[in-house]
């Protein structure tokens, strides 16, 4: 199982309080966003905010995949979330959640968009692995686990 078509920096993958509640959590993937990928922050969140608009992204199991498309992009990136406290996200089961896994693509990457949403998906909905996320000791062993999967697909 890979998420090999999404770059993921070491630094846009973090441990984060969850205090702040949704609108905090996107304003948060902004910053981080900007931090990591030079993107601009305000229009990372607005991108979110706008997708959350249309139905949450929170798909059960208590994680969300936030996403939004992005004109400053030539590639999808992510950023990875684990929080001690869990935000509610009205997710399509009613808990709130732990881990989310933000996808960012460029705006005319429709079908790079979507494959990357799958395979996110697909690697979230692994029980297994979303028992190693929430496990993990720290930072480093968060980012093994996630940069793991891009490493077996090379070897």
């Keep these: 199982m890979t998420i090999s078509s999404v ?11 969850g ?5 905090a959590i996107l304003r948060m993937i902004g910053e981080i966003g900007q931090k990591c990928y030079r993107l601009d922050a305000e229009a990372v969140r ?7 608009s249309l139905g949450s992204t929170g798909f059960g199991r208590q994680i969300a995949i936030p996403h939004s498309k992005l004109l ?8 990875f979330l684990r929080l001690a406290e869990p935000v509610e996200f009205d997710a399509q089961d009613g808990k709130p959640v732990d ?9 005319k990457g429709g ?6 949403l799958a395979e996110i998906s697909r690697f979230l909905r692994d029980d297994n692995m979303v028992a190693k996320l929430r496990g993990a000791s720290g930072h480093d062993a968060l980012y093994a686990l996630l940069s793991k999967q891009r490493e077996q697909r090379a070897a």
Aim: charged share 30%; proline share 4%; glycine share 8%.
């Design 7 to 17: 770059r993921l920096d070491i630094a846009a993958v973090r441990d984060c309080p």
């Design 19 to 23: 205090d702040g509640g949704k609108d």
């Design 46 to 52: 607005a991108g979110l905010v706008a997708r959350e």
């Design 72 to 79: 400053d992009l030539d590639r999808c990136v992510g950023i």
């Design 99 to 107: 881990l989310i896994f933000a996808l960012l693509s460029p705006a």
């Design 111 to 116: 079908v790079e968009h979507l494959q990357a």
